[in-house]
């Protein structure tokens, strides 16, 4: 059961250019996006979240896309730096059916190369 | 800025025994999760908590788990028989507003339970 994935489970980047992290969905009630970042020992870190009623949200260097066509969305860091090496999680959830949970991804490890 | 917590850091048990982790949520949240991680697996949601009750549980939230809030500030999940798979990350989240919005979760550090 694969309701959210992560088909790329690493990513590297050059510093300064743009990382694009990828997420598809099959659940088609899920109607809130997170991406989380989690750096080894810690717990997830929320970076940015968008809702099914929009299609981009920007905060700083991060943006989300979200296509629902075609149950994808990406998350784009631009520019990279070596502090956004991590593991990025993709979650999503169906806060319009009541459900409280987060579904995860497995995850996309980011290494920014210098 | 204000953060979840949650002790210890790391507890070792023997299969069979009772643990309680523990979580402090960020005080103006009026809802608190448990997910776990198994290792190399992704993060799994177990339960969420609100006015003092089980919001809604996951299939893994069998009879062995319960949760707690016994006083305004702690936040725990017992698990009373542990058994050698229970043997993961265990994460406590809280969130502000109430459900059925698009509100956030945040994510405590982790306890890393060993179940030998």
């Known amino acids: 059961d694969q309701q959210v994935k992560q088909n790329s489970p690493s990513l590297s980047v050059q510093e300064g250019r743009i990382s694009i992290l990828n997420c598809d969905y099959t659940n088609s009630m899920f109607d809130y996006f997170l991406w989380y970042k989690k750096y080894p020992a810690e717990g997830p870190t929320f970076l940015i979240s968008i809702s099914s009623i929009k299609d981009k949200n920007e905060d700083g260097r991060f943006t989300v896309f979200l296509n629902k066509s075609a149950k994808h969305l990406s998350l784009h860091i631009v520019p990279s730096q070596p502090g956004d090496s991590a593991v990025y999680f993709c979650?999503?959830?169906?806060?319009?059916?009541?459900?409280?949970?987060?579904?995860f991804g497995k995850g996309t490890h980011l290494i920014i190369q210098p | 800025e204000p953060e979840v917590t949650q002790t210890p850091s790391h507890q070792v048990t023997q299969m069979g025994q009772e643990v309680i982790l523990r979580c402090v949520p960020i005080s103006n949240h009026l809802y608190f999760y448990w997910y776990r991680q198994i290792l190399g697996q992704k993060v799994e949601f177990l339960v969420s908590f609100y006015n003092n009750e089980i919001s809604e549980k996951s299939e893994i939230f069998d009879d062995q788990f319960s949760v707690e809030r016994p006083d305004g500030s702690n936040f725990t999940l017992k698990i009373r028989s542990t058994k050698l798979e229970d043997s993961a990350m265990y994460f406590c989240?809280?969130?502000?507003?109430?459900?059925?919005?698009?509100?956030?979760?945040?994510f405590g550090p982790g306890t890393r339970l060993t179940v030998l």
């Open positions: 989240a809280s969130s502000e507003r109430a459900r059925k919005s698009t509100d956030t979760q945040y």
């Open positions: 979650a999503a959830r169906d806060s319009g059916g009541g459900a409280d949970g987060l579904t």
